[in-house]
């Protein structure tokens, strides 16, 4: 992409080829020859990984739309179906689940690594905007996929999200009903938002190759900010380039991996396992986490337009970026007020983050109020004035003149990892401090240890024979169990119950079939394939049974709970693969039960609970010590019963956790060896060049 | 490149091709699971499971059509008749050699199982039609006898026979 190009094939077949199409020619002045910086960090590696995102995200995308089915009845359970059911489902789901999320935080790097070392600046004003195009695209393609599965927090994060344009005065309702393609959010919004979420990842593919194009028409930044003036100051982008892309791309997917094995559940809201109910909305709704900062914009906004208007604001004031700087200078790394307000501007985003999540009220929103001005005053005050009170550095003569220099001095870099890791060790001192007095609060779950939690975590399978006998004794007079079927029972790292046993337990079980040739339903045994029967008919058979409060079915529990963990203690749970706060939760919840305190207004039907949400459940107290027999001699106490059914209700809903966490290991080790070899050959290859 | 050790070249080239089999390595495991995904999942084979058919309600000379594995199955009732002319011919004759007996379980001959799909196409033939009395496939004009076997048109085989066996005199268990 970087004119005609000097490449001659040799063989005459490829010569014809050439001749009339010179692809072989293209890609080689593109990606063989091309002359890139040779002082590049390992910033620069992000435009690479984001390419392989994409590749990833629309590789994983097709494969799950073969298994999907998007109809507002069917939508959640076909997610289901992908995670339990088909082969190596779960890793498809993780793969595009999680993918999302690393794509969003190499963008975010990538973005701020323009920012920093001034990408946008003349001649690069077109591929920056470029870049701009494709952020929105990924925003409206990820918000689109998160409807996808249609639990709460999609179904409501959609209501949310297509009500932002009720907004626009006169026309914004028929717009809104334009985006339904109804009276409210329902299956033709799932149905669209499927065939827009499949079509716009192309889109921003055809985009990233214009971005591409003007990257090579302008040729690359570098963090010296001085354009390559000969053949000294560049290396070939293959080897060099690509090895060192190589080496990057692997350190990443090091980090990918440890969220898709271990943590898969983290980034996203327990209250998405539970299916979309038009009539319930969350108590707390937040977006997705890379949409934070602009939902925190929106909140801070008292008026409707308004919020809406600055939400969009802050992404499109991005565009006019190259125009909003007016310093000649383009890397920070000579800009030291820049450099400065720089990593203020960072610590306002990860701010405004931080308050996206928490609920709207009291401190949060003023803080929220303040975070705003500050982003917007850093595009609009900051950058156009800053040029005329700061005096840049000298700049290098050349980039060769800037890599002689570099090796020298390591003391800088020093200094500031010891600053990194003096500020992560008081977060982790802070973190445990906070940990213990969570622990002691009285509505916090208490931590409990579990059998499979961390990264050789395996089912125990005689708790979870135990618990699926509290389940199927006590809890499934009034939950249903929907997602699992009889042969789960039998399948490997569950409660470890041989074919015929699973298949005794199902031929106890009443299944109605039919119509037979009469056009009569009739009641049979249950099979293996038969999912386990639900105590009641329908919701409305459960509600009217239970006090008006349906119970909910179960499969999902595990995953469909949550507490918080309060900062800085959620950073520490990424790194220590803490996943268990549903199974705690149950735990908790069961054994919770407890006379009401004084003063306390309990309604009437309800019960009082030390850990439910608001301490009144509908629920009465399920379990009383002796009250399910256990053949091995665990002892029969309500402790005992809920903690082993809270680990049955783990395995429900995460059946595939042990493989999951098999693969995961074998994976990491792969991944280490691997991007050692990359490590040691990038160092050969680089080895000429210094 | 410019090294001329040739000690140089060997570790250099040990890490090149290590590094270059690595990648080879990973790129194979991540293609598996993208294959393997297209299996039939763990829903569609246990719905694959053993069905039983119940036989006594299939008067003499009917044939009646159940579905196993997506698959039609026919379960025809044949008479004597039907039975003696699947018989009465020579099995070397046929395009794709059998006996009656081979096709049928001992003991109960009048009972013909077999899987409604022709050999040719994929098209589900008729029963009772065609010049033989069997099958008659209009897609392309296979005709198949008594017993299932092909006599003629495009067909290269007779139609399969589905996993089965008695249960009981008037039940069977396909699959």
New interface residues.
């Given amino acids: 992409m970087s004119g005609p190009s000097t490449f001659q094939p040799q063989n005459p077949v490829l010569k014809w080829i050439e001749r009339r199409l010179p692809i072989m020619g293209l890609v080689h002045g593109s990606f063989v020859a091309y002359p890139t910086p040779r002082n590049l960090n390992y910033w620069w590696t992000f435009g690479g990984i984001l390419s392989f995102m994409l590749v990833v995200q629309i590789?994983t995308g097709v494969?799950l739309a073969?298994?999907y089915t998007p109809h507002a009845d069917m939508a959640f359970n076909s997610v289901e179906?992908i995670v339990?059911?088909?082969?190596?489902?779960w890793?498809?789901r993780y793969l595009h689940s999680n993918g999302a999320s690393m794509f969003f935080i190499a963008v975010y790097i990538h973005m701020l690594r323009g920012l920093y070392y001034g990408s946008y600046k003349e001649p690069r004003e077109i591929l920056w905007i470029l870049g701009v195009i494709i952020y929105l695209l990924m925003m409206a393609t990820g918000f689109m996929g998160y409807v996808l599965p249609w639990g709460q927090m999609s179904f409501w994060g959609a209501t949310v999200i297509t009500n932002l344009f009720s907004a626009i005065p006169w026309v914004g309702d028929s717009i809104v009903t334009l985006l339904w393609g109804g009276y409210s959010v329902g299956n033709p919004t799932l149905n669209r938002f499927f065939s827009l979420h499949y079509l716009l990842p192309f889109l921003i593919l055809g985009v990233v190759i214009l971005h591409v194009w003007a990257l090579h028409v302008a040729g690359q930044n570098n963090p010296a900010g001085v354009e390559p003036k000969s053949d000294q100051d560049t290396v070939p982008f293959t080897p060099y380039a690509t090895v060192k892309d190589a080496f990057g791309l692997c350190c990443f997917l090091l980090f990918y991996a440890w969220f898709i094995f271990f943590i898969p559940n983290y980034l996203g809201d327990p209250d998405n396992y539970v299916q979309a109910n038009p009539a319930v909305t969350p108590a707390h709704i937040v977006p997705e986490w890379y949409y934070l900062p602009f939902y925190a914009i929106l909140r801070s906004i008292p008026n409707k337009l308004g919020g809406v208007v600055c939400m969009f604001g802050a992404i499109i004031v991005l565009a006019f970026l190259p125009w909003l700087d007016t310093a000649r200078t383009r890397s920070s790394r000579y800009r030291p007020l820049a450099k400065q307000f720089f990593w203020l501007f960072v610590i306002v985003c990860l701010g405004l983050g931080y308050l996206g999540a928490q609920p709207p009220e009291g401190i949060y929103v003023i803080a929220g109020r303040i975070l705003t001005v500050c982003y917007f005053a850093y595009f609009l005050i900051v950058l156009p004035l800053l040029s005329r009170v700061e005096t840049p550095k000298t700049l290098p003569n050349s980039i060769a003149d800037d890599v002689l220099a570099k090796t020298g001095s390591l003391a800088k870099p020093m200094v500031s990892t010891a600053l990194a890791i003096a500020v992560i060790g008081a977060l982790t001192f802070g973190g445990g401090l906070k940990a213990q007095a969570a622990d002691e609060h009285d509505s916090a779950p208490p931590s409990l240890k579990w059998s499979f939690a961390g990264p050789f975590g395996k089912f125990n399978e005689g708790q979870l024979q135990r618990g699926y006998k509290v389940y199927k004794e006590v809890c499934s007079n009034c939950h249903s169990m929907n997602q699992l079927?009889f042969?789960n029972l039998a399948d490997p790292g569950g409660p470890g119950f041989s074919t015929a046993q699973a298949l005794a337990v199902a031929s106890e079980a009443k299944v109605q079939d039919g119509p037979n040739?009469a056009g009569e339903m009739f009641e049979r045994p249950g099979?293996?394939?038969d999912k386990f029967p639900s105590p009641f008919a329908n919701e409305q058979a459960a509600r009217a049974a239970n006090g008006g409060a349906a119970p909910p079915d179960l499969s999902l529990m595990a995953k469909a709970r949550g507490y918080e963990r309060g900062f800085p203690q959620f950073i520490f749970d990424a790194f220590l693969q803490f996943q268990e706060k549903g199974p705690n939760y149950i735990a908790a919840i069961l054994q919770g039960y407890d006379a009401a305190p004084a003063g306390f207004a309990l309604p009437e039907g309800s019960n009082y609970n030390k850990y439910f949400p608001g301490h009144a459940i509908k629920m009465p107290k399920p379990l009383s010590d002796g009250q399910v027999t256990f053949d091995d001699g665990s002892p029969q106490t309500v402790q005992q019963y809920a903690t082993d059914v809270a680990a049955f209700l783990m395995w429900a809903a995460e059946p595939a956790l042990v493989a999951r966490k098999r693969i995961g290991v074998q994976v990491m080790i792969?991944l280490i060896?691997?991007a050692g070899?990359?490590y040691?050959?990038k160092r050969?290859v680089w080895a000429?060049a210094h | 490149m410019t090294t001329t050790a040739s000690a140089e070249h060997t570790r250099r080239d040990f890490l090149y091709i290590a590094t270059g089999a690595a990648a080879a390595i990973g790129t194979a495991a991540t293609i598996w699971p993208l294959i393997s995904q297209m299996n039939p999942d763990a829903s569609t084979i246990a719905a694959g499971a053993p069905i039983k058919v119940d036989l006594a309600p299939i008067a003499e000379g009917q044939a009646i059509k159940v579905f196993w594995r997506g698959k039609p199955i026919y379960i025809w009732h044949r008479t004597k008749k039907e039975i003696d002319e699947a018989k009465a011919v020579p099995a070397s004759s046929l395009p794709d050699p059998a006996t009656d007996a081979q096709r049928t379980k001992e003991g109960h001959e009048q009972w013909l199982v077999v899987i409604g799909i022709c050999t040719h196409l994929g098209c589900i033939p008729i029963a009772h039609e065609g010049d033989f009395q069997g099958f008659f496939c209009p897609c392309h004009g296979s005709q198949y006898d008594t017993a299932g076997r092909i006599r003629r048109g495009p067909a290269p085989a007779n139609l399969p026979l589905p996993p089965y066996e008695f249960a009981s005199d008037t039940q069977i268990q396909i699959g």
């Fill in positions: 590789v494969i073969m298994h179906g339990r059911d088909v082969n190596f489902g890793l498809l079927h042969r040739d099979r293996l394939a792969f060896i691997f070899l990359l040691f050959t050969k000429a």
